[in-house]
C-alpha cells in the first residue's frame, strides 16, 4: 500500500534554484563603511578568485555604504572610482551617501550625519581635528565644500537605488513587501528594516541587500543580508553569484590586527 506514495514523492520534481543569465559571474559586496583595508584586500581577493576561474562576463555590485564610520571614507571612494576604470561596476546608493550628500546643504541633516559616522569621513579629507572642533555648522558645511572634491560628490550622486539580473534583485536596505517592485520609494529602499527583514513570503527575486549588520552572512529563503559589520566586526563580505552557485569570499580582521581572506561555498 506504500508503494504508490512512495512513487508520488519520489516523482516530486525539485525546486529551481534561483540562478544568474548562463555567462553572468557577479560580486557583490557588503557595506565598506570607510574600511579602506579591508576592501582593499577583498578586492585583490576578487581579482585573484576571478583570474583562476573560467571566463565569464563579470559585474561588480556595491551595495551602498561606502563611507562613514570607519577612518578612511576618502581613500575608499577613491579606490572604487579607479576600480570601476577597468571593471564593469554597479554602485548602489545607501542611506550614509543619502546622508553626506544632504549634508552639504542641510544643517539639519548634518547634524544626524555627525552623529552616525559622519566625523570620521569629513576627518579623512584632510580635514583636522582642531578644524573639526571648532567649527560651527554652518561654518563645518563650507569647509567640507573646500576639502571634499567636487568630483566625489557627483560619483556618489549618480549611484543607483534598485539593480535587477536573473532571479536576483540587489538594493542597499531592502524592499516594502507592501509595493510593487516598480513602486519602491528611494528612502526606503535606503533605510527600510521593518516590514522587510521579518517577510516570510517570496519575492519576485531572491532581495540581495546590506544595511543591517549580522555577525554572519544572513541568508534566508527570500533574502540574503550581506553586511557583516566591517566597521564594527572587522568582516567585509563579498557574494558571488554564477549560474545556479553561491559562493562567499571575505576579509577578515584578525585578533592581531592581521586581514585574512575565507571562503566558503555555504553561509554559516
Known amino acids: 500500500m506504500f508503494e504508490p506514495l512512495k512513487k508520488m514523492f519520489s516523482s516530486k520534481p525539485a525546486e529551481e534554484r534561483p540562478r544568474v543569465p548562463t555567462g553572468q559571474r557577479l560580486y557583490v559586496m557588503g557595506d565598506i563603511h570607510g574600511r579602506f583595508d579591508l576592501f582593499e584586500s577583498l578586492i585583490r581577493a576578487v581579482e585573484s578568485d576571478n583570474e583562476a576561474a573560467k571566463d565569464a562576463d563579470v559585474t561588480i555590485i556595491l551595495l551602498g555604504d561606502l563611507v562613514d564610520r570607519g577612518p578612511e571614507s576618502a581613500g575608499v571612494v ?21 546622508m553626506f550628500l544632504e549634508a552639504f546643504g542641510d544643517k539639519e541633516v548634518l547634524r544626524h550625519f555627525l552623529k552616525h559616522g559622519g566625523r570620521e569621513t569629513i576627518l579623512s579629507y584632510g580635514v583636522t581635528r582642531k578644524e573639526f572642533n571648532k567649527a560651527s555648522l554652518k561654518e563645518l558645511q563650507q569647509i567640507m565644500l573646500q576639502k571634499i572634491p567636487r568630483s566625489d560628490r557627483e560619483f556618489l550622486a549618480g549611484f543607483e537605488d534598485i539593480f535587477a539580473i536573473g532571479d536576483y534583485l540587489f538594493v542597499h536596505a531592502g524592499i ?25 513570503e517570496k519575492y519576485s527575486h531572491i532581495v540581495v541587500h546590506g544595511h543591517t549588520i549580522t555577525e554572519h552572512i544572513d541568508e534566508r529563503k527570500n533574502r540574503i543580508g550581506i553586511d557583516t559589520g566591517a566597521y564594527r566586526h572587522g568582516r567585509l563580505t563579498v557574494l558571488v553569484l554564477e549560474d545556479d552557485q553561491r559562493r562567499y569570499i571575505q576579509a577578515v580582521e584578525t585578533d592581531d590586527g592581521e586581514i585574512e581572506i575565507v571562503k566558503r561555498v555555504e553561509a554559516v
Open 78 to 98: 577613491k579606490l572604487a572610482r579607479l576600480w570601476n576604470e577597468y571593471r564593469k561596476i554597479r554602485f548602489l546608493a545607501g542611506n550614509h551617501e543619502e
Open 176 to 200: 516594502n513587501p507592501k509595493r510593487e517592485l516598480d513602486d519602491q520609494k528611494p528612502r526606503e529602499l535606503r533605510w527600510i528594516r521593518e516590514p522587510f527583514l521579518n517577510h516570510k
